[in-house]
């Protein structure tokens, strides 16, 4: 058994340099030869074929001024960046997450939940340095080459020999830990281009830091924060202190103070002055265990104590134990019996029972299934539950409405009766109350007079329990001492109330 491991040990190492011999490039940010097995025209193509998928699962928020504010400021930033001739392309996502990301080929996304939180133009410009920083260091493709490489060399050990298979899922594992590493080093590496781009192009990159700090609270507030050494992204305590470290040396290296440098609070405040803060309603809610559409005036229960992440394309429910997903998009086809084998052949289903019904007097086909495997799949099958689904498709006001109901197997009857009672109770939504609904929306009002920012929320009528969440959001203190004429971030309450 040694000598065989021995032959792939070798095998598998004469691999390895003749990869690595075919695919050293230079990185355009360190300047240093790395293994790269993505091309940059492979970097352009996944980020034109990602852009589509990525607005249809978000959507575009609709706001021309800071559109153009982004376009402006990026267009900017990729011009001094370590990769000028990239075509960089920007984006707002109408989603209430605290985000911001970047894919290969030049596409950067914010999403209008991190343009709530931003307090300045300064604090935009660090995060979008960091985010550029991504793909002018490469990072993605990087990553990619890794998994292709290592990937690889798996491939061809599990090919030669059954005891390296058995390895496989250990070693891949290991692998992962092994590569975590990179994906902090790499967000450190982007703080730090953050600093410098943003620095370039005249702002304050103690700024960004300082939005570390929002982001800490925002941790802490939801109870989700995480230990350095188990994320990816560097604990937000840490960036707190590096980014100001790093904002010092760079600017005394450059030669200029933080009083010649660019922050612009008040301008970035007016900008965002109406913009929709948390979920938008309009788009779907749940409330009373019931998720309800306004536009699209229909509803559906929620299974009491499961999580609901609703998206332009698809609504996913699960419940607490991890057991069961449900999801509702929308199918193809003109009828409900169209749309069942266009079901059938676009998700590989393979058909148990099926037959035409209907939901509360709507046109509906419901069926059991499971999914095709091939004559591969089906060698191990006894190492595998295989997945039950139930589906119900469901005809309303020109659209076919889509269910799965997915377990394995063994668990299916045990949440049969689940999945069955949110799909046949789908009715219309006629509720003058529950249709005329409207979201939360940041409104910056001016401090008149002098005042602490919670004596200020007091007297325009903001309850105490919800004085925290507006001082996190203009990253202050309850407490803090705030002059005539100061901008404040506050937030207007729609219609309705959405977090029951």
């Known amino acids: 058994m040694i000598k065989h491991f021995q032959k792939i040990s070798s095998l598998v190492a004469v691999i390895a340099v003749a990869l690595i011999i075919q695919a050293c490039s230079v990185n355009p940010v360190t300047g240093k030869k790395e293994i790269m097995l993505v091309s940059e025209d492979q970097e352009l193509a996944m980020g034109a074929q990602s852009d589509p998928s990525i607005i249809a699962n978000y959507g575009l928020y609709d706001d021309e001024a800071m559109q153009a504010f982004i376009n402006e400021k990026g267009k900017q930033m990729g011009a001094i960046s370590h990769r000028p001739d990239l075509d960089y392309k920007f984006r707002i996502l109408d989603s209430p997450v605290v985000n911001a990301f970047a894919v290969p080929g030049g596409y950067v996304y914010f999403t209008r939940g991190i343009m709530a939180h931003f307090n300045n133009e300064a604090e935009f410009a660090g995060v979008l340095g960091h985010e550029i920083g991504h793909i002018t260091a490469r990072h993605s493709a990087a990553q990619l080459s890794k998994q292709q490489l290592y990937g690889g060399l798996f491939v061809a050990g599990m090919i030669v020999s059954e005891e390296f298979r058995q390895m496989g899922e250990l070693a891949q ?33 103690h700024e960004m830091a300082n939005f570390f700090g929002v982001l800490h609270r925002l941790s802490a507030q939801s109870g989700q924060s995480i230990p350095t050494f188990m994320s990816t992204h560097p604990d937000p305590v840490d960036r707190f202190n590096t980014v100001h470290r790093l904002s010092d040396a760079y600017q005394s290296e450059k030669g200029v103070s933080e009083t010649q440098l660019k922050v612009n ?11 929709v803060y948390g979920e938008d309603p309009r788009q779907g809610y749940v409330k009373y265990n019931t998720f309800f559409h306004p536009d699209l005036k229909f509803y559906f229960p929620v299974p009491a104590q499961w999580q609901v992440v609703n998206t332009p394309q698809m609504v996913q429910m699960a419940s607490e134990d991890g057991k069961a997903l449900m999801l509702m998009t929308l199918a193809q086809g003109e009828s409900v ?30 069926m059991i299934s499971t999914i095709k495997q091939d004559q591969t799949q089906q060698t191990q099958q006894t190492q595998q539950q295989d997945l039950r ?11 076919i409405y889509k269910f799965h109901g997915l377990a394995n197997s063994t668990d299916f009857n045990t949440y049969y009766k689940t999945f069955q009672n949110t799909m046949t109770n789908f009715d219309r939504l006629t509720d003058p109350q529950m249709i005329n609904v409207s979201p939360d929306k940041i409104k910056i009002r001016e401090i008149t007079r002098a005042n602490t920012l919670g004596g200020y929320l007091s007297t325009i009528g903001v ?22 004429g100061t901008l404040i971030k506050t937030i207007e309450r729609g219609v309705g109330n959405f977090k029951g």
């Open 265 to 275: 609070r008040d301008s970035y405040l007016r900008m965002i002055d109406g913009l």
């Open 389 to 399: 689904i139930l589906t119900y498709l469901i005809q309303y006001e020109g659209l």
């Open 463 to 484: 309850a105490e329990a919800d004085q925290e969440e507006v001082a996190i959001l203009n990253n202050m203190q309850v407490t803090d001492q705030l002059s005539a």
């Open 173 to 205: 594992q290991g692998l992962g830990l092994m590569f975590l590493k990179f994906g902090r080093n790499d967000e450190s590496q982007s703080d730090e281009l953050g600093v410098q781009y943003s620095t370039e192009i005249g702002y304050d990159s």
């Open 337 to 366: 019996q169209a749309a069942a084998q266009a079901t059938i052949e676009q998700d590989g289903l393979q058909v148990i029972e099926s037959g035409e019904t209907t939901v509360n007097g709507l046109p509906a086909f419901a």
